[in-house]
């Protein structure tokens, strides 16, 4: 799966801006505040329906624009089975996302029909930042490989709304806490099957991309469901009662799970270094590529923002290796085109010159 085509309207200091797309590497370099993160920005946007940087996208349209529009021609194995995907933002906050031309109605078609990975300078709180980022994830690849998987997240966050909305309610009737209690309960246990199961099958793909880079030591993924393995969650949750009700929300369940990462059964963040901490989140996001492609047939779109400041010039061309093996499209930023042009030589490659808000191949 690649971009073959990319239009982007009134993004940051992106006025107007096409790139044709290399279905391989893409490197694109520039001064500071050329546009280069913004460019990676606008595909993210097309593939998550958000951005990186940025909650409000209101921030992210061009000072003095209405709007921002981004599109692209999306290109799949067969060839000519293709789409055209775009997205659309206004000040006034109405977004539109669209596949050849039929309107999408929510932010999961996106990342369906643009798998993405994304690593820059705030990727690596996915070993030193709370459970949330490991959480998101994790479910980024159960989405991807289990069909059903969105439709039941999207019943266990409404009954999980409901049941905070009574914990919080002056006079909670107990019937109703019951109820959404039991209509919790079979959905916060599915949710945590199917986790398990893709954390089982990712396991040895991250422990092969780990030796990759050498001296990162055995790599061990392990899976706290969100309350104690000696008990079921109906227990859990009525062991939890009173606390809850104190608290006004659901203190165990599938929306508390974590993955505990440990290198040499310690846990990776008190084990590694900085630098090995970043090798260790390049090796997990390689690993969840390398199992969607078993799984799947497809490749990801990485994009990989300021490469050059984040690794060394071995661990680059590391990284560059698995990405060519994995047959994935990928995009890296940098600030000089010298710090590209011996890790690309004698590949399939194009690169790209920001300046000013403008692209121009070469």
Request: charged share 25%.
């Amino acid at each position: 799966m690649i971009l073959s085509r990319l239009d982007i309207l009134q993004v940051r200091n992106l006025q107007d801006v096409r790139v044709v797309c290399h279905p391989e590497a893409n490197v694109i370099y520039g001064a500071n505040g050329s546009g280069k993160t913004s460019l990676l920005e606008a595909i993210y946007l097309l593939g998550r329906g958000r951005s990186f940087k940025h909650r409000d996208l209101r921030l992210v349209i061009s000072e003095g624009a209405t709007e921002l529009v981004v599109s692209a021609r999306v290109e799949r194995s067969p060839p000519k089975s293709g789409y055209q995907l775009g997205v659309k933002r206004t000040v006034a906050g109405k977004f539109e996302a669209r596949l050849d031309g039929a309107a999408l109605q929510s932010s999961a078609q996106l990342v369906e029909a643009l798998p993405l990975q994304m690593i820059d300078a705030h990727s690596f709180t996915l070993l030193e930042g709370g459970p949330l980022q490991r959480r998101q994830f994790l479910d980024w690849g159960v989405f991807h490989v289990e069909h059903g998987y969105s439709g039941l997240w999207k019943r266990f966050q409404k009954a999980l709304k409901q049941r905070n909305q009574l914990l919080r309610h002056g006079r909670m009737d107990q019937d109703s806490l019951s109820a959404w209690t039991a209509e919790l309960t079979p959905l916060s246990d599915e949710i945590t099957g199917y986790r398990r199961d893709y954390l089982a099958e990712l396991s040895r793909h991250a422990l092969e991309a780990a030796e990759g880079f050498g001296g990162l030591g055995k790599v061990q993924l392990d899976y706290y469901q969100g309350w104690r393995d000696d008990c079921s969650l109906v227990e859990a949750l009525e062991a939890s009662r009173v606390r809850d009700i104190a608290t006004g929300t659901t203190n165990v369940g599938a929306h508390k799970a974590d993955i505990i990462i440990k290198v040499d059964g310690v846990p990776a963040a008190e084990r590694l270094s900085r630098g090995q901490v970043k090798l260790l989140v390049y090796a997990l996001k390689l690993a969840q590529a390398a199992h969607f492609r078993e799984k799947t047939g497809r490749g990801c779109v990485f994009l990989l923002d300021d490469l050059p400041a984040e690794l060394d010039y071995q661990h680059r061309g590391q990284v560059v290796s698995c990405l060519n093996s994995l047959e994935c499209q990928y995009f890296m930023t940098g600030v000089d085109r010298k710090d590209f042009e011996s890790l690309v030589d004698g590949m399939a490659h194009q690169m790209f010159h920001m300046e000013h808000g403008v692209a121009s191949e070469g």
